[in-house]
């Protein structure tokens, strides 16, 4: 049998068979290009694939918009460029995927709603609150970002033993606020310049902002604002107004603002999102 088309007898004289070996090399070749176009097609497949996946996790890294979602619904929030350091922190906490499954450990009617705590995730309710990443960020307080109802706002330790005021590498707190008189301002604006040594006065838009919409004025130039709610008011609302031990007087009163029944989150990035307005 001839095995090989280079194949010859002993003596290397030809025989009989050597008509044979160009038809054999030619299927030779035919079946090496076959299957050489074979490779370079699924090659070609996974390099396509593999750009789409990338370009996908790209995507999703620069993203702005942020959906919250939890059991009251969902919020959906909007990052700042102008507050860089939390923006790209938000953004590589939730690709992740850190802040799923953890909860809002503090809820406080007309105030605010806070979470972000990794430790949120266990089942000892009693250390909500203290935990973070293992690091924290550098402030980004800025008087054009103020803590007007919705904004996405980095939670912190307070001034005493945390004097350069750096944000929690993961708490936060969105606002919920009511509208505000006229004189609150006006009261918050002197205690603010009290704070930061003067110089501070709030714009007509953002008085009009915090007369007519609400917020927490008072924490202004006092925490970073990173980002504010679009959409999902309504669940900031169910969500602020949980029962806690504090507003139904039922439950451990430890945890005064904790909600009675869990609230869940998990918070994934919407590339493709466009706002309706």
């Not at 707190?173 to 008189?181: F, K, S």
Request: a negative charge; charged letters at 20%.
């Amino acid at each position: 049998m001839v095995n090989d088309v280079n194949w010859l007898p002993e003596g290397g004289t030809a025989s009989a068979h050597d008509h044979l070996a160009p038809t054999l090399q030619e299927k030779q070749r035919k079946l090496l290009m076959k299957r050489l176009l074979s490779t370079l097609t699924v090659i070609a497949a996974l390099s396509f694939t593999l750009q789409g996946c990338a370009q996908s996790t790209e995507q999703e890294s620069m993203s702005t918009y942020f959906a919250i979602d939890t059991s009251a619904g969902r919020m959906i929030v909007k990052l700042y460029d102008e507050t860089p350091i939390h923006r790209d922190n938000f953004r590589k906490l939730t690709n992740e995927g850190f802040f799923d499954g953890s909860s809002f450990h503090r809820v406080i009617s007309g105030f605010m709603i806070q979470g972000g705590d990794p430790n949120s995730k266990d089942e000892d309710p009693y250390n909500d609150g203290m935990g973070g990443p293992g690091y924290t960020l550098e402030a980004e307080i800025t008087p054009s970002l103020i803590n007007r109802r919705g904004a996405l706002v980095a939670a912190r330790q307070g001034d005493q033993v945390n004097p350069e005021r750096r944000s929690s590498g993961s708490q936060f707190y969105v606002v919920q606020g009511r509208p505000l008189p006229e004189e609150m301002l006006t009261q918050a604006e002197m205690q603010i310049n009290q704070s930061i040594g003067g110089g501070f006065s709030y714009t007509d838009a953002q008085r009009e902002i915090y007369v007519t919409k609400g917020g927490a004025p008072w924490l202004d130039m006092q925490y970073s604002v990173f980002g504010e709610l679009v959409e999902g008011f309504d669940v900031l609302d169910v969500i602020a107004t949980a029962p806690t031990p504090r507003s139904t007087g039922e439950g451990d009163p430890r945890l005064a603002d904790m909600p009675l029944e869990r609230i869940e989150m998990t918070v994934t990035a919407l590339p493709d999102y466009t706002p309706s307005n």
